[in-house]
C-alpha cells in the first residue's frame, strides 16, 4: 500500500515547505501554510514518446482578432480592454462582500437580453438566493442559465460540450472541488486544478470563462495569487464595505491596458455606472478647510481627482501615530521626512492621520505633494487656496519632480471648475515629451519642496481669494 504523505503549501504563493511554520519565507505572508497530502504537487516524469512535435510558424502571420463581446456595462468593458474576449479566462477577486456576484449577475443578464448564453453557476448560493438577488436588480426575466453546482466534473460535463454557454461564470473557484483530490475545496490544489480544466474548456470551446475568486486584504484565502498566473486577466473589486463607492481595478490584462479602472456604486437596486468619478471623489471637499488637497490623478488611462485629507494633532506618546488609509504608509514616513529634513517642518510629537476620501487606494507616487500639501495645510492650520489641484512627486533632496500626463490632469481640473493648480516644474517636455497644451488654469510650478510653503504665506490674506 503506498504511504501517504503530506506537504505543507503555503496558500498564497504554491511554494512547498517541508513543515508547517508561520510564515512563508517566499512570499512573506503569515498562516499560509497548510497541510496537503502530497499526490498533487509531486513533479512526475514526462515520456516523450509518442509526442506528437509541435508545429512552429513565423511572426509575421496576420493576428485573428476575435470579436469581443460588450456586456452593455461600458465601465466593465473598458477596464476589460473593450469588452470580453471569446476563448479567455478572467479572474474577478475582491473582499467577501464587495459586490463580485451583484456585478457579475448584472453582467449576466445583460448579455443574456443582447442573446449571448450565458452560464451563472454558483457554489455559494442556492438558485433561490440567486433569484431573489436577480429579483431585487430588477433583472429576474433575464435567460440567464443558472446552476448551483461545486463539483467540478459535473460543472465540465456541462460546459464542455457543443452549443455549451458562450460565456461561463464561477462563483466562487474557491467552493468548487474535485473528487480525485483529498485536499478541501480552496486549497491550492484543488482551486489550481479546478481552474485549470475550466480554463482549457475555455479555450477549446472559445467560451469566455469569468471566475471569481475572493481574497482578503491580508490575503489569506487561498487561490487568486496563484490564479493570477493561469488567467488571462485579473480583475480586482475594491471598496470599502462601508462606503457605496467600488473600483473595478484591471491588474492584469492580456487584452488591454492595465491599471485601468471602472467605477460603481452600490446602490439598494445592485451597482449603478458612475460617469464622472472626480466628481463623486471630491463631492466632499470643501474649500477653506485646513488639512484637505485634491490631488490631479491618473488611473489606468484616465483622469481622477481624489481628495487627500491629513490631520495632525500633538500627541503624549514617545512614538507619535502614523495612520494611513488609502495610501503607502512608507511613502508617507519619507515625505515626513523630507519635510522635516529639508523643509523645518518637524512633526516628530506629533501624530498624523492621512485619508484618501471615498475609500480609494492611491498609488502614484505623483500624490506625493499632494500629500505634502495635505500635510503643511493641517499643520499650518491654514487651507490651500480654494480651487486648487496639486500634483508632483517628491524626491528625497526636497525637489518637486515632474511626473506623465499633466496635460490630462490640469484637462480633468479645468472640467470640473477648479482655478489653480501646483504643479511640478511644467514645459520643458518631461518624460512624455509632449509641449504643455494652454490651461485656463492659474499654474503655479513648484521647484522645491520648499516653495509651497509660500502658497500658504498668501492664504492668510483672505480678501483675495474669496472666489469660490
Ligand atoms: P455580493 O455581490 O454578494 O458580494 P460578493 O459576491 O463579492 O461576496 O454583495 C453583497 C453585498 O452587496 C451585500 O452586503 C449587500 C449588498 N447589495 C446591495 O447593497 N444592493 C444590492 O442590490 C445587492 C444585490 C447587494
Ligand atoms: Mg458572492
Known amino acids: 500500500m503506498a504511504r501517504v504523505t503530506t506537504q505543507f503549501v503555503c496558500q498564497s504563493c504554491a511554494t512547498v515547505h517541508r513543515k508547517w511554520s508561520g510564515k512563508c ?47 452593455g456595462l461600458a465601465e466593465f468593458d473598458q477596464v476589460c480592454g473593450g469588452g470580453l474576449v471569446p476563448g479567455s479566462a478572467l479572474l474577478v477577486g475582491g473582499d467577501p462582500g464587495i459586490g463580485k456576484s451583484t456585478l457579475l449577475l ?70 468548487m472541488y474535485a473528487e480525485n483530490l483529498d485536499s478541501a475545496p480552496g486549497t491550492v490544489a484543488q482551486v489550481r486544478t479546478c481552474a485549470q480544466e475550466l480554463i482549457r474548456v475555455a479555450k477549446r470551446r472559445g467560451v469566455t470563462m469569468i471566475l471569481v475568486g475572493h481574497v482578503t486584504k491580508e490575503g489569506a484565502i487561498a487561490g487568486p495569487r ?32 492595465t491599471n485601468e479602472i471602472g467605477v460603481f456604486e452600490m446602490t439598494d ?51 507619535p501615530r502614523r495612520a494611513v488609509v488609502g495610501w503607502d504608509s512608507s511613502r508617507l514616513a519619507m515625505i515626513i521626512a523630507v519635510l522635516q529634513t529639508r523643509c523645518g517642518m518637524n512633526l516628530g510629537a506629533h501624530d498624523v492621520y492621512l485619508n484618501v476620501a471615498g475609500g480609494l487606494r492611491v498609488g502614484e507616487p505623483a500624490a506625493d505633494l499632494a500629500v505634502a500639501a495635505a500635510l503643511v495645510s493641517a499643520h499650518l492650520e491654514q487651507p490651500l487656496p480654494p480651487r486648487t489641484v496639486v500634483f508632483g512627486e517628491i524626491g528625497l533632496g526636497g525637489e518637486v519632480r515632474s511626473v506623465g500626463q499633466a496635460d490630462a490632469r490640469l484637462r480633468e481640473a479645468e472640467k470640473l471648475g477648479f482655478e489653480r493648480a501646483l504643479t511640478p516644474p511644467l514645459g520643458t517636455g518631461g518624460k512624455s515629451g509632449s509641449s504643455r497644451a494652454p490651461t485656463r488654469l492659474d499654474v503655479s510650478e513648484i521647484a522645491r519642496l520648499r516653495d509651497l510653503f509660500n502658497r500658504f504665506n498668501v492664504a492668510p490674506q483672505r480678501g483675495n481669494l474669496a472666489t469660490a
Not at 28 to 41: A, M, Y
Not at 226 to 250: C, I, K, P, S, T
Not at 275 to 293: K, M
Open 25 to 71: 519565507d517566499t512570499c512573506g505572508e503569515w498562516n499560509t501554510i497548510v497541510e496537503e497530502s502530497d499526490d498533487t504537487n509531486v513533479p512526475r516524469g514526462v515520456s516523450k514518446a509518442g509526442g506528437k512535435p509541435v508545429a512552429f510558424t513565423s511572426l509575421d502571420g496576420a493576428p485573428e482578432e476575435s470579436p469581443r463581446r460588450l456586456t
Open 106 to 175: 448584472q453582467a449576466a443578464a445583460l448579455l443574456a437580453r443582447a442573446g449571448v448564453t450565458v452560464a451563472y453557476i454558483s457554489g455559494e448560493e442556492a438558485i433561490d438566493q440567486i433569484r431573489l438577488r436577480a429579483a431585487r436588480l430588477g433583472l429576474a426575466d433575464t435567460p440567464v442559465d443558472l446552476a448551483s453546482a461545486t463539483n467540478i466534473r459535473d460543472i465540465l460535463a456541462a460546459l464542455d460540450a457543443p452549443n455549451s454557454a458562450e460565456i461561463a461564470i464561477i462563483d466562487s473557484i474557491q467552493t
Open 226 to 257: 496563484v490564479l493570477e498566473h493561469m488567467v488571462d486577466a485579473v480583475l480586482y473589486f475594491e471598496g470599502e464595505r462601508e462606503n457605496q463607492f467600488r473600483l473595478l481595478r484591471a491588474v492584469k490584462n492580456r487584452f488591454g491596458a
Open 269 to 319: 437596486t445592485g451597482l449603478t455606472e458612475v460617469e464622472n468619478p472626480s466628481e463623486l471623489f471630491i463631492a466632499g471637499h470643501r474649500d477653506a478647510t485646513s488639512g484637505s488637497a485634491v490631488f490631479a490623478g491618473i488611473e489606468g488611462t484616465r483622469p481622477l481627482l481624489v481628495e487627500i485629507q491629513a490631520l495632525v494633532a500633538p500627541t503624549p506618546l514617545g512614538t
